[in-house]
């Protein structure tokens, strides 16, 4: 199964995939159109940054998204079952209509992958993009930092 992956070493923390995640998941899938829709969209991959001491070429950015865990504690510590794996794409999603926002998906997550949407009260998370063939946040990557492969391809997408 695809995964999306951040060469660390290849990320400048520009925050382009953050983004184009919120656009991809707006009402109009337009950045510029998005800004101004009733309801902002919220990205669900987001940029940590380490070692800020000022200086940008000692500056360390990695991309935060869910890692579609095999056996995801997210999904074992939903309360309401809003969290499941999909049987046909095996992709970890949230379901908003079951979601209760209890936030145990975000205690759990190793990652640090599912975000609180406070406005709504629920849980995001990435979702591939699921109408794209490559996700948004990997398309939108001008230094290819994000790549999406399968995890055997990953050594070649590291040359």
Same mark, same amino acid.
């Given at each position: 199964?695809?995964? !999306?992956?951040?060469?660390? %070493?290849?990320?400048?923390?520009?925050?382009?995939?953050?983004?184009?995640?919120? &656009?991809?998941?707006?009402? =109009?899938?337009?950045?510029?159109?998005?800004?101004?829709?009733? &309801?902002?969209?919220?990205?669900?991959?987001? !940029?940590?940054?380490?070692?800020?001491?000022?200086?940008?070429?000692?500056?360390?950015?990695? &991309?935060?998204?869910?890692?579609?865990? %095999?056996?995801?504690?997210?999904?074992?510590?939903? !309360? =309401?079952?809003?969290?499941?794996?999909?049987?046909? =794409?095996?992709?970890?999603?949230?379901?908003?209509?079951?979601?209760?926002?209890?936030?145990?998906?975000?205690?759990?997550?190793?990652?640090?992958?599912?975000?609180?949407?406070?406005?709504?009260?629920? &849980?995001?998370?990435?979702?591939?993009?699921?109408?794209?063939?490559?996700?948004?946040?990997?398309?939108?990557?001008?230094?290819?930092?994000?790549?999406?492969?399968?995890?055997?391809?990953?050594?070649?997408?590291?040359?």
């Amino acid at each position: 199964m695809k995964q !999306i992956y951040c060469i660390i %070493e290849r990320c400048m923390g520009c925050r382009a995939c953050e983004l184009a995640c919120a &656009a991809e998941h707006s009402q =109009s899938k337009n950045l510029m159109e998005a800004v101004r829709e009733e &309801a902002i969209p919220k990205h669900r991959v987001h !940029i940590e940054v380490v070692g800020d001491n000022g200086e940008l070429r000692r500056v360390q950015a990695i &991309a935060i998204q869910c890692r579609q865990c %095999e056996e995801p504690a997210c999904a074992q510590a939903c !309360i =309401s079952g809003g969290i499941r794996v999909d049987e046909v =794409s095996h992709c970890v999603g949230v379901d908003p209509a079951k979601c209760v926002g209890c936030w145990s998906c975000i205690m759990v997550c190793p990652y640090g992958a599912v975000v609180k949407d406070e406005e709504n009260h629920r &849980a995001l998370k990435c979702d591939r993009c699921p109408d794209r063939e490559i996700p948004a946040c990997v398309a939108s990557c001008i230094t290819h930092a994000l790549v999406y492969c399968e995890p055997d391809e990953l050594e070649k997408e590291l040359t």
